[in-house]
């Protein structure tokens, strides 16, 4: 008999309780501890029925989960992360997988010496309709992809900015949303080559960006852009449009990516297909529209399951931590070409 895995939770703000939700429906993994400095934590771990510490690494020490899930502020994931693979223990390291290049590379350098591993939270991937969708691309229904339209353009209330971090350096829109976006990006329609880009902090004032307009070069010649920003009332996003989420009302109709290539397109999250009846027709004959079906799931269900798994040695992680620093170099990029007014080219992570 398999006991299930006794998982500890570094950081149990707004992410790490939604991972407690979810652990409360794997059979086959259970909350052993929780670590927060903050307050609120030591009730939350009560509440939970596990023991509460201040500081991870005495949880660690004292507890001795067989994996952690880290959910605390962005520029302390590295340093977290670091001190669980030292302790031997598999980590779920939410989104971004950190704030610097270079201390990143330690991070992996570190996970593959000791190999202990680390999943990054990416969990759009897990999402069954971004497994279809890739599917398709993979199936070569559109042809070659030529152009890759992605949006998020949504409105978050001012209240979102009064967790102090939130303001701070490291934790602007492109770190936090854009690198879910340009992660999904990368994973659907392959390595971004260079990128051009605008940002501006014009609607909030806060020092770091609240919007952005940025080109995508990608490695097999499609070309895309990327237009997003916090601030405006619309209703392109993934977070409106997939339904992933019930915390935001969904708009059915809207989506948030388009992908076109020579022998068609298609609307994510929608799944709904263009093509033609004929090859060689154009725009003179009527575009074919349907829909591509998918047994819907839980993204951050199935990314803890699968976070399972990978603990456990039975897989590799869907997103190790090199894969998480590509979309990183992705997001350097384009703040490197936002503030230069130069193409960019993301850094390579090996
Ligand atoms: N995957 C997603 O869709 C998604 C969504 C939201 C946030 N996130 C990520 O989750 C992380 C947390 O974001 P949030 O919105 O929950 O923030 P939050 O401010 O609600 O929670 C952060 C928690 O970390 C705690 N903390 C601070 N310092 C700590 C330390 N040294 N050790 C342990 N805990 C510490 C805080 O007390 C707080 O409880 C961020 O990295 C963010 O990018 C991911």
Redesign the pocket.
Known sequence: MTFPLRIAL?????????HYQHLLQVPAARLCAV???????AEFAAECGVPHF???RRMLDVAQPQAVI?????N??VA?ALDCLAAGVPVLL???VGVHLDEVRELVAASRGSGVPVLV????RHNPLIARAREVLAEGALGRLVNVTALWQLQKPESYFD?P??REPG?GFL??NL??DLDLLRYLCGEVVQVQAFTSNTVRGLPNEDSAAILLQFENGALGSLTGSDGVAAPWSWELDSGE?PVYPRQYDQPCYLLAGTQGALSIPQLQRWHYAEPGAGWHQPLLRGSETFTPGEA?RLQLEHFVRVARGEEQPLTDAADGGRTLALIEAVREAAASGRACAPSRIV
């Open positions: 570094i950081g149990a703000g707004h992410m790490g309780r939604q670590a927060d400095p903050g307050p609120g934590a201040t500081e991870h880290v959910a605390n502020p962005n302390l994931h977290t939410e989104k971004p939270g990416h969990h759009r967790v971090w939130r934790a770190f936090t690198v879910h989420s951050l």
